[in-house]
Every structure is written in structure tokens, then in C-alpha cells.
């Protein structure tokens, strides 16, 4: 079981910045992929980025350039620094991880969550 704890939410006014947090249970290393999501208000869940094991990032489309993923292996933790935000941003933001469960006979991919940080945009 992997655990993630976000961090860093808060109140913000539109063009200012946050960095969110997220504290990983395990290694960094022995993960296939950590990476961010959000959810609006009456809105689907939203992917941002993710970071895959050899460290290549991806990142969705509308939010390059705005928001920069990051991890420091040593404190097995995840990083989202969000700038020139919106109030369009407000959002529940979450960190997911992706781990390989191999057992004989295969291997599974399994998916943690933790539990969301608020994030608000004001006008």
C-alpha cells in the first residue's frame, strides 16, 4: 500500500503562485509513474502531469508552461509548482501514484491516491 499526503493548498489570488507537496510512503524509484490530478467544482477529475520512472515528464496540453512537476528522490516526495494561476484553477488537487505488483504469473499495475488538497483561485 502506498501512501501520499498532499500538502500546500490554500488561498490565492489570480496571477500569484503555490507549490504543492506531496510526501510519498516508499521510494520514488520503486514506482512507475507519481503524478498530479485536480477536480473543479462539478467538474471531472483532471489530469495535470506525471513523472514516469526514468524521469520523463508529461503534462496536460492547456496547462504547460503554467505548471512544473518535480520530485527530490531523497525526500521521496512530489512537487507541483503552479504560477500565473486562475481562477479557473480552483480545484481539489491530487497526487497518484503507480505501482508494479508482480507476483508468479504476472504483473499489475496498481494505483494509490491520496486524499486532495484545496486549492482556490480568487478574482
Known amino acids: 500500500q502506498v501512501q501520499l499526503v498532499e500538502s500546500g493548498g490554500g488561498l490565492v489570488q489570480a496571477g500569484g503562485s503555490l507549490r504543492l507537496s506531496c510526501a510519498v510512503s516508499?521510494?520514488?524509484?520503486?514506482?512507475?509513474?507519481i503524478g498530479w490530478s485536480r477536480q473543479g467544482p462539478g467538474k471531472q477529475r483532471e489530469f495535470i502531469a506525471r513523472i514516469i520512472r526514468s524521469g520523463i515528464t508529461n503534462y496536460a496540453d492547456s496547462l504547460k508552461g503554467r505548471f512544473t512537476i518535480s520530485r527530490d528522490n531523497a525526500k521521496n516526495t512530489m512537487y507541483l509548482q503552479m504560477n500565473s494561476l486562475k481562477p479557473e484553477d480552483t480545484a481539489v488537487y491530487y497526487c497518484?501514484?503507480?505501482?508494479?505488483?508482480?507476483?508468479?504469473?504476472?504483473?499489475?499495475?496498481?494505483?494509490?491516491w491520496g486524499q486532495g488538497t484545496q486549492v482556490t483561485v480568487s478574482s
Open positions: 497518484n501514484a503507480v505501482k508494479r505488483i508482480c507476483v508468479p504469473g504476472g504483473c499489475d499495475d496498481r494505483e494509490y
Open positions: 516508499e521510494s520514488t524509484f520503486t514506482l512507475e509513474a
